[in-house]
Every structure is written in structure tokens, then in C-alpha cells.
């Protein structure tokens, strides 16, 4: 599976966990204009924003992402979302807690692998 992760917060972890079950990983960790034009090339199969840090820029950016009529179809994840924000993201993507998107990376490998 192709997975494009946007994550402001300078760390490797949520793309670490990514790559672990042999996912395709891009990833933006600087400039959100970058990540729209990216994601717009490389076509994830799904894409994980870091919630934790910088929220409202990486929302801002999924939203641009989601409202592009090529990349409109592919599911956006929300990782380390308090719940005040459930709201804002549901329009745009699932919120999801890191064991959740870790399953769902384990899950979409296996299938990947039969």
C-alpha cells in the first residue's frame, strides 16, 4: 500500500511505523504546499496526518487535498486528535489513536501479502 504521511512535527516515528509493514512511504514534513503537490504525484492509497502538532496546518492542508478532484477518493487519517477536534476532521477524514492506525497498517499488509 502507498501511504503519504504529513507530519509538522520534525519526528520519524509515524512514518517509522509506516515503512515497519513494508508500506511505500512518502512523507512531508515542512511545508504543507509541498505535501498537496506531492500527494497529487506520488497517489497514496491512503494518507496519515500527524494531528499533534501544527493541527490546523495539517487540516488545512488535508482539506485542500480532499477537495482536489484527483486525490478527492483517497481516505485521510487523523493521528494524535483530541476530541474537541472530532468535528473539525470528520468532514474531511477519520480520526483515528495510533494503536488504531498501527492495526490498520498491519491489516492492510497482510492483505497486501496474500
Do not use: W
Amino acid at each position: 500500500m502507498k501511504v503519504f504521511v504529513i507530519d509538522f512535527s520534525g519526528d520519524s516515528a509515524l512514518i517509522d511505523l509506516c515503512k515497519r509493514y513494508g508500506h511505500e512511504v512518502a512523507f512531508e514534513q515542512c511545508d504543507g504546499a509541498e505535501a498537496y503537490r506531492q500527494t497529487r504525484s506520488f497517489m497514496p492509497d491512503c494518507i496519515v496526518v500527524n494531528y499533534a502538532h501544527k493541527p490546523s496546518h495539517g487540516r488545512i492542508t488535508a482539506k485542500k487535498i480532499h477537495q482536489r478532484k484527483s486525490t478527492a477518493h483517497i481516505p485521510i487519517y487523523f493521528v494524535g486528535i483530541g476530541e474537541v477536534d472530532y468535528d473539525k476532521v470528520r468532514a474531511i477524514g477519520v480520526p483515528l489513536t495510533l494503536h488504531q492506525l498501527e492495526k490498520l497498517l498491519r491489516d492492510k499488509q497482510l492483505h497486501h501479502d496474500q
